[in-house]
C-alpha cells in the first residue's frame, strides 16, 4: 500500500484548463475589491486609540466569535460553519501545495487524520449547519432576516458546494478502491451504496469527471461572487472589529466646529472609513433589528436597514448627499439605546453614524423634530430643556439642610441632580430621597444650584454639537472651579457626560452614580436598612448600563432594601429602552410606545415594584406600568430611603 | 426693499411662579433673558421677507446688553445689521419707546417696511407699533400672518373671525406680526450663529423723550378660585345668576 496519499487530479485530464477560470476569478474577485476599496478610500481617518484592547476584541469577536454564539443555535451553527470553512481551506491550499509546488505535505498520518478524517467532520458540521441555517430562515421565519434571491443562494450555494465535495470523493474511493479510504468516512460511507446500486466503474469516471468541473465552476463563481454579496463580511468583518472603539463608541466623537468643511454627516467622505467598511462588513444578520425598540414600537428605523441603505447608496450613488438615501423619519427615531451595537456579532457602529447624520441636518439645515426643538432651545436659552417647568433649581431641596456651594468653599461631595431632578416634579421627588440618604451617611454634601446646567447631552444626541460644546464648556470650568472630591448624580446621562464624554473638553472627575455610592455606603456600614420583602424588578437604564456598564451596584442595593429581585426578560446588557432616549423623552410619541412595550415586560414579573436609576426611564415607566396595569415604579434611592428612614428615626 | 425689524429681549415667560419679584427685579440671576415670543413672529416674517425680495433686513433693539441675544438671533437668521439703542433695563412708557424708535429708525436711514411682533411678552401692552406708525404718519396693518411681495406691493394675510383677510399694501408702512402657521421661527444654522457670534452690534444713544407714562406701582394678581352652584327651577337659576352677577359688580366678587 506504501505511504497513505492520493492522487490530486485523479481522473481529470485536462485539469490544467481549471486555470483559465481560476484567471477570471482572480479578476472578477479584485474588481469587486476595488469597487469596495474606491468607497472605503473616500472615508475620512478614524480616530483609532491604541492597538490592544483592538487586537484582544478580534480575537474574541471574531476568533472565537464571541458575540455570534450569544444566539446559541443559530451562533454555533455559524461558528461550526467558519471554522469548517477555515479549515477546507486550509486543506484546499495544502491540496494547491503540493499540486502546484510539488510539495510531499499530502501524505501520511497528516493526509489520514487531518486531509481525511478532520476535514471530512468539518464538511459534514459545513452541512449540518447550513441545513440549520436554512431551516431557520424558511421553515422559522424570523422576520429580522431576508428572504430575497441572495439569501437564499448563498447557504444553497455552499450546501451544493460541500455535498459535490462528498460525492466526488465517494466516487473516487469506489472507482479506485481506495486503500485508506475509510479515513474519509462520509465518503467512504457514500462509496458504499454505489456497490448496492450496482455502478459501473467505467460510468463511475464520466460522473465523477462531469461533477468535479461542476463543483469546481461552482466554488470559482462562489468565491467570485463574495465581494459582490455579504459574503463579503468574511474579509470586513475582522477588520470592522479591529477598528471598533474598543469602548464601545459610547462616547461621541468631539467635532471640530471651527474647522471642519461640514458640521456633520451629509456625504460619504464625511463619514470615517470604519463607518464605510461597516457597510460591507455587515451579515445582515438582523441581530441589530431584533433588538430595536424603534424598530419594535413601528417607527421607521431599522439599524440593518439603514446600513444596507447605506451600503446601496454608497455603491450605486457615491457622490450624493445622505439624505437622499436616509430620511428624517428614521435618523430622529433612535433612541441611541445602542442596543444594536452591543448586538452586532461585527461591532458595526449605528449610533455614531446616526448621530453624525443627524449633525448635519440640526445644524447645517436647522432641521429638529417639534418638542426635540423647543427642549434644546430650552437648553439654550435657560440651561435646562423641561419647558414650562414651575421650579427653580433649588426648589426640589426646600427644608432640607443641603446648600449651594459659593465660591471659595471646600466642596466634599457635590450632588449634581440634573435638570430632571431640579425640575420634573416626579425626579423632584428621588432627588429628594437621594439627599436625605446622603444625609443620614453624614456626608457635606452641596449642589451647584443656579451654577449647574444642563449638561447637553440632549442636545448632543440630537445632533445640535455646538450647543453641547458650549454647555459642556462651561460645566467643566464651574466643576474646575469648585474641584468636587466627588460628584454623585443620580442621572445616568449626566453621569455620562460628567464621567466619560467630558473628558475630551479636559474634565477628570470622580463621577459616581447613585447607586455605585449607596452600595458601597451599605456595603461599609454607613447605612443601615429596615426589613423589606418586596418583590422588585429592576430596569437597566441603556445610559447606565450599556454606556456605564453599572448592572451589579442597583441590584446590590434593592436586595440590600430588602427586595426580592426578579428580571425581566431582556435585562443587562440586554435590556430594551424605556424609550426616553436620543431626545425622545421631549417628544411626542405615536402609538406603540416603547415605554409600553418595556412596561409590559415589566409587569409580566408579577413585580410589585418596578425600580430604575434614571429619572427619565422613571417617567417613561411610569406611563408606560400605568397604562399596563401595573403597580409602583421608583428609583433605587426610593426604595432604599424607605428602608433606611426608619432606621435613623429609630437612632434618634 | 428695506426692512425693519424691531426685537425685544424679555425676561424669560417660562420663569417659575415668583421667580421674578415686582417691581420690575428679578428675585434671583437664574431667570434668563429671551427673545419675545411675538417678536419670533416678525423675526421669521422678516428673514421670508428679506429672502423673497432677495434683499435685507436690519434688526433694532432697545435696552441694554442683555438685548444682544435677540439681536445675535437676527444676526444668525441673517440679518444685515444689528442695532441697539442703548437703555437702562426696566419700565418704559410705550409712547416714550415709540418715539426713541422713531428716532433710530431715522438714524439707521430708514425703511420701506417696520415690522414688530404684536406686543413684547413682558408687559403686553401692544401698542407700540401703532403708536410708532403714528409718528411716523404711515399706514399700520396689525396681527399680520402672512406676508408676500407681489410687484413693488405686499400682500399681507390677517386671521378675522371665520377667515382671512388680504389686503395689498403699497410701502412704506408698519405692521405688527402674530402667531400663525407660518410664522414660526426657524432653527438657526449653526455657521450662521458662529459667525453671528463675530458680528459687530452697533449701539446708538438713545433719543431724549419726556416720558409720559410712569410706573408708580405694580402688584401681582392674587388668584383665587371661587365657585357657587345655582340651583332651582331655570327661572329661579336665571334670578340667582343675576342677582350673583349683581353683588359681583358691586363688591367686585370676594365674599
Ligand atoms: S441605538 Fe437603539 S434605537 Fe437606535 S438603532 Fe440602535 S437599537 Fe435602534
Ligand atoms: S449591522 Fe450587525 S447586527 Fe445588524 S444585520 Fe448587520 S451584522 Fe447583523
Redesign the pocket.
Known amino acids: 500500500m506504501g505511504i497513505p496519499h492520493r492522487v490530486v487530479y485523479w481522473n481529470v485530464p485536462g485539469h490544467a484548463w481549471m486555470y483559465l477560470p481560476l484567471a477570471i476569478l482572480f479578476v472578477v474577485f479584485l474588481y469587486g475589491v476595488w469597487r469596495r476599496w474606491r468607497v472605503w478610500a473616500m472615508g475620512r481617518r478614524t480616530p483609532l486609540g491604541p492597538l490592544g484592547p483592538r487586537v484582544r476584541r478580534l480575537l474574541s469577536h471574531a476568533g472565537l466569535q464571541s458575540r455570534v454564539v450569544r444566539r446559541p443555535l443559530q451562533g454555533y451553527a455559524h461558528a461550526a460553519l467558519a471554522v469548517a470553512f477555515g479549515l477546507l481551506f486550509i486543506g484546499t491550499c495544502v491540496v494547491a501545495l503540493k499540486a502546484d509546488f510539488g510539495l510531499p505535505v499530502m501524505q501520511g498520518a497528516f493526509y489520514l487524520w487531518f486531509e481525511s478524517a478532520t476535514l471530512d467532520a468539518a464538511g459534514l458540521a459545513g452541512i449540518i449547519a447550513l441545513a440549520i441555517f436554512l431551516v431557520r430562515r424558511y421553515a422559522m421565519r424570523p422576520s429580522a432576516l431576508g428572504r430575497e434571491l441572495a439569501d437564499f443562494l448563498v447557504p444553497f450555494t455552499l450546501l451544493i458546494i460541500l455535498i459535490t465535495g462528498f460525492l466526488l470523493q465517494s466516487l473516487r474511493i469506489y472507482a479506485t478502491h481506495d486503500p485508506w479510504g475509510a479515513y474519509s468516512f462520509v465518503g467512504y460511507g457514500l462509496s458504499a451504496l454505489y456497490g448496492d446500486w450496482h455502478l459501473s466503474i467505467p460510468a463511475a469516471l464520466v460522473i465523477h469527471r462531469s461533477l468535479w468541473w461542476f463543483h469546481l465552476l461552482l466554488a470559482f463563481s462562489f468565491l467570485g461572487a463574495i465581494p459582490y454579496s455579504k459574503l463579503f463580511h468574511l474579509f470586513m468583518a475582522p477588520v470592522a472589529i479591529l477598528l471598533s472603539d474598543p469602548d464601545g463608541a459610547t462616547s461621541l466623537e468631539k467635532l471640530d466646529l471651527e474647522h471642519a468643511e461640514r458640521l456633520g454627516a451629509n456625504l460619504l467622505s464625511d463619514l470615517t472609513v470604519k463607518d464605510l467598511i461597516d457597510l460591507d462588513a455587515?451579515?445582515?444578520?438582523?441581530?441589530?433589528?431584533e433588538v430595536c425598540p424603534a424598530f419594535a414600537s413601528g417607527k421607521p428605523l431599522s439599524?440593518?436597514r439603514l446600513?444596507l441603505d447605506l451600503r446601496e447608496h454608497a455603491h450605486l450613488r457615491p457622490q450624493e448627499p445622505l439624505t437622499a438615501a436616509i430620511k428624517d423619519e428614521t435618523l430622529f427615531a433612535c433612541t441611541t439605546c445602542r442596543a444594536?451595537m452591543e448586538?452586532?456579532?461585527?461591532d458595526?457602529e449605528?449610533v455614531p453614524k446616526i448621530v453624525g447624520m443627524r449633525r448635519f441636518r440640526v445644524m447645517e439645515e436647522g432641521e429638529l423634530p417639534s418638542g426635540l426643538a423647543e427642549a434644546v432651545q430650552g437648553i439654550e436659552e435657560r440651561g435646562h430643556p423641561f419647558r414650562g417647568a414651575q421650579s427653580s433649581r433649588t426648589s426640589w431641596m426646600e427644608g432640607l439642610p443641603i446648600r449651594e456651594w459659593q465660591p471659595g468653599e471646600a466642596c466634599e461631595t457635590l450632588l449634581w441632580v440634573g435638570c430632571a431632578g431640579a425640575f420634573d416634579p416626579r425626579a423632584q421627588k428621588v432627588a429628594r430621597a437621594l439627599a436625605q440618604l446622603l444625609l443620614a451617611m453624614g456626608e457635606d454634601v452641596k449642589v451647584l444650584g443656579r451654577r449647574e446646567s444642563c449638561t447637553g447631552d440632549p442636545a448632543r444626541r440630537a445632533g445640535q454639537e455646538y450647543l453641547y460644546q458650549m454647555q459642556a464648556e462651561e460645566n467643566v470650568k464651574t466643576l474646575t472651579e469648585v474641584a468636587p472630591k466627588r460628584i454623585v448624580t443620580m442621572c445616568p446621562h449626566c453621569l455620562h457626560q460628567l464621567r466619560d464624554e467630558y473628558r475630551a473638553f479636559g474634565a477628570d472627575f470622580l463621577v459616581v452614580h447613585h447607586s455605585e455610592y449607596l452600595q458601597t455606603a451599605l456595603v461599609t456600614g454607613r447605612l443601615k436598612t429596615a426589613a423589606g420583602g418586596r418583590r422588585i424588578t429592576y430596569h437597566d437604564p441603556c445610559y447606565l448600563g450599556r454606556y456605564e456598564g453599572v448592572f451589579a451596584a442597583p441590584r446590590e442595593v434593592l436586595k440590600a432594601a430588602g427586595g426580592d429581585l426578579v428580571e425581566m426578560a431582556h435585562h443587562g446588557r440586554d435590556s430594551f429602552c424605556c424609550g426616553a432616549g436620543g431626545g425622545w423623552a421631549f417628544r411626542e410619541e405615536g402609538a406603540p410606545r416603547v415605554n409600553r412595550l418595556r412596561a409590559k415586560e415589566a409587569v409580566e414579573t408579577g413585580a410589585e415594584v418596578v425600580a430604575t436609576g434614571c429619572p427619565f426611564c422613571l417617567s417613561m415607566l411610569t406611563d408606560g406600568v400605568k397604562a399596563e396595569g401595573g403597580g409602583e415604579v421608583e428609583d433605587i434611592a426610593e426604595i432604599l430611603w424607605a428602608q433606611v428612614a426608619p432606621e435613623v428615626t429609630a437612632q434618634g | 426693499m428695506r426692512i425693519l425689524c424691531f426685537l425685544k429681549a424679555i425676561l424669560d415667560p417660562e420663569a417659575p411662579p415668583g421667580a421674578i419679584r415686582f417691581p420690575g427685579t428679578v428675585e434671583s440671576g437664574d431667570v434668563a433673558t429671551v427673545l419675545g415670543p411675538f417678536e419670533g413672529n416678525a423675526l421669521e416674517l422678516s428673514v421670508q421677507l428679506a429672502e423673497g425680495s432677495s434683499g435685507s433686513f436690519t434688526a433694532v433693539a432697545m435696552g441694554d446688553a442683555s438685548q444682544d441675544v435677540a439681536l445675535r438671533k437676527a444676526l444668525a437668521l441673517g440679518a444685515e445689521r444689528a442695532v441697539r439703542v442703548d437703555l437702562a433695563p426696566g419700565f418704559q412708557d410705550p409712547l416714550a419707546v415709540a418715539r426713541r424708535l422713531q428716532a433710530a429708525a431715522q438714524a439707521v436711514g430708514g425703511a420701506d417696511v417696520y415690522v414688530f411682533g404684536r406686543q413684547a411678552g413682558d408687559w403686553d401692552m401692544g401698542v407700540t407699533a401703532g403708536l410708532f406708525a403714528g409718528l411716523m404718519d404711515l399706514p399700520f396693518v396689525p396681527l399680520v400672518q402672512q406676508a408676500e411681495l407681489e410687484g413693488g406691493s405686499l400682500r399681507l394675510r390677517r386671521e378675522i373671525a371665520g377667515g382671512y383677510e388680504e389686503s395689498l399694501r403699497t410701502p412704506p408702512l408698519v405692521w405688527s406680526v402674530t402667531n400663525g402657521p407660518g410664522t414660526l421661527m426657524r432653527l438657526p444654522k449653526v455657521k450662521d450663529v458662529m459667525l453671528a457670534n463675530r458680528k459687530p452690534i452697533d449701539v446708538l444713544q438713545a433719543a431724549d423723550v419726556e416720558p409720559t407714562l410712569v410706573l408708580a406701582e405694580i402688584e401681582q394678581a392674587q388668584v383665587t378660585r371661587q365657585g357657587r352652584m345655582i340651583t332651582g327651577e331655570a327661572a329661579a337659576q336665571a334670578a340667582g345668576l343675576a342677582a350673583e352677577l349683581r353683588r359681583f359688580l358691586v363688591t367686585g366678587g370676594g365674599n
Open positions: 455587515c451579515t445582515e444578520c438582523g441581530r441589530c433589528e439599524p440593518k446600513i444594536c448586538a452586532c456579532p461585527v458595526i449605528h
